[in-house]
């Protein structure tokens, strides 16, 4: 582990195994795979936000060429199909169990938000099943549709669910609200700050795609789909929707073309395809338009909060109260309760010694998208909404926003350090990224370019945004008692071939993230295989014996981890094979990258003579040891992982178009051991340009009438290279205290962090027209707006 | 997409012979605005007339005090062209700046042009350096060509052949993008020239491109961006949207103005 192999093992930066196969466009995504006899389905999705379903028509469409099926909400029904499954419980402050109303794979009665699928329309061709979906008929009768988080609440809202009243789905809280009040009535001061976190489309390059496979002599289902999890597929539609057996179901995951999360989840979809190709006796293929994704891939975020902040006459934070509502949108998405709960409340005390944090959280139920995790889930939601605080409190109480900072931060000495909101952050070291950070941006010269950009008629200003997040998910008895309804542990198997070659069988899921090089230079580092001779195996139940999958950064950390342990396994067996031939005792023997070795002699035996051995074992320890060479570990995380860091960004603003220009953005972050550094930076960039995305050009916006306004790429603002600066990306490492890696994630650090730099460069730009606050994104014609209406109090 | 049938003649004759017989049959030049149409089967013609084939439709060339620019010629190729650069260096520099690579590849002046998109480069260039459409029938003055959003003078089966454009003294543009689509929000072009000044606006008007005559005479007093700056346009005229509500489009006009006054010298 500690010893680095020049080009290999861990801290090289290896080019990544699989780009030649993506670069070279011979990727195998689920859309390029092909089944005999393949038939496609088309769905057809509501165009209301909110209806009645009086009829549906389907007579004159199933009469046309190439039909094969068409089902609707009753057919599924009469065949006992459950309802899409929630993954996560909230109990209200009450007590109560969150509001949970079913969800439908294809509508039943009612549709609930523009693009819930009504009916499905399987055909020879796709363009046969599109011209079938056109001819059925459905008779709506629009009902009063409610899309705003805060109009979801009103007592007059229209209600989305019968089983939800007031459009109420849990009022949940965290924290000592006795305690907050208290500290409240002695402060030297409170500030109040109020944000809305906007509503976003993921937009992963590849649109989602199913197909869905019966085979009709064995009875079992195959489906190949766009999934972060195919094992958690396998388990929610199995055991929830369809009731197939794991033993008659498998999920394949090939190559993912991005996720973002959006791919977690268990989609309508896939269980409609999976059922349809029983009923059909041929597989069923669905490919998702852009268009369509719009209006059906699980969106993110959707927060409006209020928070307090009080202070003491120095500058140091006595408590922090806040209140949040969170959209769910139409209905549950598989984790969506969980994400504005215990990935966002959790994170309030951010990167401050807080002693005391109150927190109240309402989801709602809406006529949209259901709204599930993306990119940092929750963690963006809290540290955008902390770090915007921050700034606003450092200037009402004339204090430098750097020092303000400072003084509250956690010190090096107080971890473990225990928050008020339930998380132990093991390790960290807040000062020295600020310091690197501050040094590599050039902060000190700020006030010159200012100067200088003012000579050019713009406006000019720098933000900084100090965070901390929680990954690696996650121990799996803690989030069991918060209400999941699945461990998140990790499983990897390691199979050393006869020749020293090796397999890794992972649970986690790669899809952009580059797993097919970074596992591999685990194995280098540890066995001493070259990365060459390490194929990393995923994204299949029938390859992989399970697995959780990827998200909340928990790849390396918990599945990294898993293949660590099982390494381990390999070598205390692959000693024993080793003292064996060596003629030695067990306890004498060595293994170092490669090489078993007995103690103090030159006696060896390299990986390949032992495992060449384990599997033709004719001079072998058979009475005590079985043949093979192949060990699986499943690893539990003893906690989530702390990454965090700093990160600081310089824009400029033109006040005549209001457009905002990002100069330069500065990341330091801990991400504990860097296992591959290009990785790290292709992904730390990555989640910022996301983060620039979301401050200042990505928003959702639906009308009053539940129409998505943004429903396309003409109006959805996605980020391009253009509007995005080189990303300076560096780490500094402090170690996770509890996974043998050391490792802490780094997938979404860029994501958390750089949303509130972004903004609060945007409002520091913005200084001289008394400018508060600014809602993201910052749109030319928000910030225009600002300006125009500004203007007299700043000339 | 439906399914149409699918010609490719190689002449203008047989193109506008295969219209004629069919009102529900529809030109395709680049394909770049129609196609994405037909995708998202917003458009059901029974046959598409693929132009490409046709060279007569092709090309730049110099005419006297006059550019002649065939209706098939490619925004990349007016952006390139030694002969458009050399003439009226901003609508090289305009071309260039329509849609991406791949786009201007692609798309054709007569496609646009033909198509009156109210965002489209353009329609403001040609109606600022007062050029004439030329079709298979008849030429139009661009005043009279462009007709509200989208709409054009073009009869059915009726095809752009050419656009003559005079050489202006001196011609600018400057425009605000859509920040998503990237399209103009508010461009404007200006142009000096035998006809006296010309101001013309994309992107941003109720009805499509229309002409800034208050602009024009403030330009034709004093050819300064100052003089522009000046000079507020009616927010009542302006179109509005998620992006840009019609005061925002109107400000930005007076500012494109003066970036493209700058932008001509
Ligand atoms: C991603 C993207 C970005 C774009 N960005 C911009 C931009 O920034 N600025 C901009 O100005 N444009 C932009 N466009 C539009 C692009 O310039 C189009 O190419 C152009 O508007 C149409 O030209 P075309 O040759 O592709 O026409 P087509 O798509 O082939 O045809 C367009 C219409 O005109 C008709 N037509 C075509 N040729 C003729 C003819 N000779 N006579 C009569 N009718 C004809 C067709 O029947 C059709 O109705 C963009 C397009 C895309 C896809």
């Known amino acids: 582990m500690n010893v680095v192999t020049p080009f290999e093992g861990i801290g090289a930066s290896l080019r990544r195994k699989e780009d030649f196969r993506f670069l070279m466009g011979r990727g195998q995504y689920v859309d390029d795979l092909n089944r005999p006899g393949q038939t496609h389905a088309v769905m057809l999705r509501s165009p209301h936000a909110h209806a009645t379903i009086d009829r549906i028509d389907t007579a004159a469409a199933k009469a046309m060429p190439g039909v ?18 929630c993954g996560w419980q909230i109990h209200s402050k009450d007590g109560s169990p969150m509001a949970e109303p079913m969800h439908p794979a294809l509508a039943l009665g009612k549709v609930r938000h523009v693009g819930d699928p009504v009916a499905v329309v399987i055909a020879e061709t796709k363009a046969q099943a599109r011209d079938a979906a056109e001819a059925i008929i459905v008779d709506y009768t629009p009902l009063p549709a409610v899309s705003g988080t805060v109009a979801a609440l009103q007592p007059d809202a229209p209600q989305v669910h019968e089983a939800a009243p007031g459009n109420l789905c849990y009022d949940w809280h965290i924290g000592d609200k006795a305690a907050q009040e208290a500290a409240f009535a002695r402060a030297a001061r409170v500030v109040t700050f109020e944000t809305t976190n906007n509503r976003l489309v993921p937009n992963a390059m590849e649109p989602r795609a199913a197909i869905g496979d019966f085979d009709s002599f064995s009875g079992d289902y195959t489906l190949y789909t766009t999934s972060q999890n ?40 896939e269980a409609i395809v ?5 009923k059909v006796k041929r597989p069923v293929k669905w490919t998702c338009e852009r268009s369509e994704s719009f209006m059906s891939d699980a969106h993110g975020r959707d927060h409006v909060s209020a928070a307090e902040l009080a202070l003491d006459a120095e500058g140091k934070i006595l408590a922090l109260k806040v209140h949040t509502l969170a959209n769910m949108g139409a209905y549950l998405s598989t984790f969506a309760p969980c994400v504005p709960t215990y990935l966002y409340a959790t994170l309030l005390s ?15 139920f809406t006529n949209t998208v259901p709204v599930d995790a993306y990119r940092g889930a929750g963690r963006p939601e809290a540290t955008y909404l902390l770090e915007r605080l921050m700034d606003v409190a450092a200037a009402e109480a004339g204090l430098d926003k750097v020092e303000f900072r400072r003084r509250n931060f956690i010190r090096p000495d107080q971890f473990p350090y225990q928050t008020p909101v339930a998380l132990q952050y093991d390790s960290g070291d807040y000062h020295s990224t600020l310091a690197a950070c501050l040094e590599t941006a050039g902060w000190a010269g700020f006030e010159a370019r200012r100067a200088e950009s003012k000579s050019r008629k713009k406006l000019r200003g720098i933000g900084i945004s100090t965070y901390v997040e929680a990954c690696g998910i996650a121990p799996s008895a803690v989030v069991g008692s918060l209400g999941a309804r699945a461990g998140l542990y990790e499983v990897g198997t390691i199979r050393v071939h006869p020749t020293g070659s090796v397999t890794v069988l992972t ?14 230079q685990l194995v280098a580092d540890k066995l001493g295989v070259p990365t060459a001779n390490v194929d990393i195996v995923h994204g299949d139940t029938a390859k992989v014996p399970f697995g959780m999958g990827t998200y909340g950064s928990r790849s390396l950390a918990v599945g990294g981890s898993a293949m660590d342990k099982a390494m381990d396994k390999i070598i205390t067996k692959g000693k024993r094979i080793a003292a064996h031939l060596m003629e030695a005792s067990v306890e004498d023997v060595e293994f170092e990258r490669g090489t078993f070795r007995v103690a ?16 033709v074992p004719h001079n072998y320890p058979i009475d005590e040891i079985e043949p093979g060479l192949e060990e699986t570990a499943f690893y539990d995380p003893k906690n989530f992982t702390y990454p965090g860091g700093c990160h600081i960004c310089e824009v400029e603003i033109d006040p005549e178009t209001g457009r905002t220009e990002v100069l330069n953005f500065t990341a330091v972050d801990d991400v504990g051991r860097v296992i591959n550094p290009m990785i790290v930076e292709g992904q730390v960039q990555g989640g910022v340009a996301q983060g620039i995305g979301q401050a200042l050009l990505e928003a959702a916006i639906y009308d009053a009438s539940g129409q998505l306004v943004s429903g396309s790429f003409m109006d959805y603002t996605m980020p391009r290279a253009g509007d995005l600066p080189d990303v300076g990306v560096a780490t500094h490492t402090t170690l996770c205290t509890h996974n043998p890696l050391g490792v802490k994630g780094c997938g979404e650090v860029g994501a958390i962090g750089s949303p509130p730099a972004v903004m609060n460069a945007v409002v520091d730009a913005l200084r001289d027209y008394g400018v508060r606050h600014v809602e993201m994104p910052a749109t030319p014609q928000k910030i225009w707006g600002i300006v125009n209406s500004h203007r007299l109090a700043a000339e | 997409m439906y399914d149409f049938a699918y010609h490719k003649p190689a002449s203008v004759a047989d193109a506008v012979k295969i219209l ?21 089967r917003l458009n059901k ?9 046709i060279a007569e439709l092709r090309g730049v060339k110099r005419e006297g005090d006059k550019l002649v620019i065939g209706a098939l010629t490619r925004h990349f190729e007016v952006a390139t062209s030694a002969e458009v650069k050399a003439a009226i260096p901003a609508l090289a520099a305009m071309a260039n700046t329509i849609g991406d690579t791949q786009v201007r590849n692609r798309g054709t002046m007569g496609g646009s042009v033909a198509n009156n998109d109210p965002s489209a480069d353009y329609p403001a260039a040609l109606l600022a350096l007062g050029a004439t459409i030329q079709t298979d029938k008849r030429t139009v003055p661009a005043d009279e060509f462009f007709n509200g959003m989208f709409t054009t003078v073009l009869e059915v089966g009726e095809l752009v052949t050419a656009i003559h454009i005079p050489i202006p003294e001196k011609a600018g543009y400057a425009k605000m993008r859509n920040p998503a689509s990237r399209y103009s929000m508010a461009g404007v072009f200006v142009a000096k020239g035998a006809a006296g000044v010309r101001v013309a606006v994309n992107g941003a008007g109720a009805n499509g491109v229309f002409r800034e005559k208050a602009m024009e005479a403030a330009l034709a007093a004093n050819w300064s961006p100052d003089a522009v700056a000046a000079v507020k346009v009616d927010a009542g005229l302006m179109n509005g949207d998620i992006h840009g509500s019609a005061e925002y489009r109107a400000h930005l006009v007076t500012v494109m103005a003066k970036r493209a006054v700058v932008d001509a010298g």
């Open chain 1, 350 to 364: 951010g990167v401050y010694a807080m002693p005391v944090i109150y927190a109240e959280v309402k989801a709602v």
């Open chain 1, 600 to 615: 103090g002699t030159d006696k060896t035996k390299s990986l390949t003579d032992i495992s060449l051995a384990a599997y």
């Open chain 1, 274 to 278: 999976t059922w349809a190709a029983g």
């Open chain 1, 68 to 85: 094969k099926a068409i089902f609707v909400g009753e057919d599924m029904a009469a065949e006992s199909i459950g309802g899409i499954p």
């Open chain 1, 230 to 269: 195919p094992h958690v597929i396998r388990l929610l539609m199995g055991a929830f929707v369809l009731h197939i057996p794991e033993s008659k179901l498998r999920v394949v995951a090939p190559d993912v073309g991005g996720g973002f999360g959006s791919k977690i989840y268990h989609y309508a979809e």
């Open chain 2, 20 to 40: 004629a017989s069919d009102p529900e049959a529809r030109p395709i030049s680049g394909g770049m605005t129609l196609l994405p149409a037909l995708k998202l």
């Open chain 1, 507 to 520: 649970g986690a899921h790669s899809h952009g993230q580059g797993h097919e090089t970074t596992f591999a």
């Open chain 2, 45 to 53: 013609p029974t046959a598409v007339v693929d132009l490409s084939g």
